[in-house]
């Protein structure tokens, strides 16, 4: 394997600088590759969201930080939600793909601990998640179940899983 910089050498030695040519784009060109690097591949969305909460978190800047663990919160819901789904058809699934979702579960539960996401987007998590938690069959009810708790800071957001729980039939309140 060769080491970056031999990699980057050898492209000097060709004439090509793929250092130079990105910085060599305006915000325009920027954009565009970027966009066009999302479409071939939805991994580098996440990818882009985890770079932009890494230096708006050096900044310091709250509201920003916010809004990107809000669509950070999102787009880990939906990598585990697309497992969790076919769980909850089947009644369980491969142990690679299990593993797979408990990763994503801790993404969420890390944000989580980290701070920093609007009620706003826990509520639609909630909305969201409890499709899934509803349906009982996949055996991630209580990783989700320990997510939901954990969420919840304000009132509103107490009284807004409370809702929920309460429209789920279960033993335990009769």
Known sequence: MMSLHSEQG????????????????????LYNLVQELIRKNPEVHRLVLEWFKEKTEASR??????????????????????????????????????????????????????????SDAKLEFFDDAFVEYDRGNSGFEDALMDIFFAMCETKEEWDYLVEKLAKRPSDWRK
Not at 14 to 24: A, P, T, V, Y
Not at 64 to 86: G, P
Not at 96 to 114: C, F, G, K, P, R
């Open 61 to 118: 800047v709250a509201e920003e930080v916010a809004t990107l663990n809000d669509e950070l919160l999102m787009e880990y819901w939906e990598k585990a939600e697309n497992i969790i789904s076919e769980f909850n058809e089947y009644g369980g699934g491969p142990e690679d793909e299990e593993e797979e979702a408990y990763e994503w579960l801790n993404e969420i539960s890390d944000l989580i601990e980290a701070g920093n996401i609007s």
């Open 10 to 29: 050898e492209e000097k030695s060709r004439g090509f600088s793929l250092d130079d040519e990105l910085k060599s784009l305006d915000a325009e060109n």
